[in-house]
């Protein structure tokens, strides 16, 4: 069975989301959000004053809009380090919050992808093409917290 997620609301895996509510300290800064974390990481190197607004951003539909605003120059190596701070982003989100930490690893082997019908990058896309990167890096995850805790 393949498991997919998207809305926070409702969702029985919407905290799979990086809009859900799942805060975390990460390069001694507190991130109200996975979402806010990964759009900041675009201007860390170019535009601290933004960075930092994100950071304070009163929700995660408002930081990705602030990380979409191409008004700021994006660090030079975004497309190279993307995947990589998402994944950091991610596992620390999971690794803080036990409750949603036993969602994911009670997903066993199930594939998991995020139903996302505009982003064929992140998610499935409309037409299930996509790439689904935000599933793989919650398998990757799941994976790392299953060999961090030998009862699962």
Not at 46 to 53: A, G, L, N, Q, S
Not at 125 to 135: Q, R, Y
């Amino acid at each position: 069975m393949t498991i997919y997620f998207y809305s926070t609301i409702e969702d029985p895996y919407g905290c799979f989301s990086n809009f859900s509510r799942h805060g975390f300290t990460l390069d001694e800064l507190w991130w109200p959000t996975s979402e806010h974390y990964f759009q900041a990481q675009k201007f860390v190197t170019t535009d601290r004053v933004w960075f930092e607004k994100i950071r304070q951003a009163k929700n995660p539909k408002q930081a990705a809009n602030m990380g979409r605003d191409r008004s700021h120059p994006l660090r030079q190596d975004w497309e190279v380090v993307k995947d990589e701070i998402m994944l950091q982003a991610v596992l620390e989100k999971f690794a803080t919050h036990a409750e949603i930490r036993d969602i994911l690893l009670a997903t066993g082997e199930e594939e998991i992808v995020e139903n996302a019908p505009g982003d064929y990058y992140w998610g499935c896309g409309k037409d299930g093409s996509g790439k689904n990167k935000l599933g793989q890096i919650l398998m990757q995850v799941r994976d790392l917290l299953k060999s961090d805790d030998p009862s699962a």
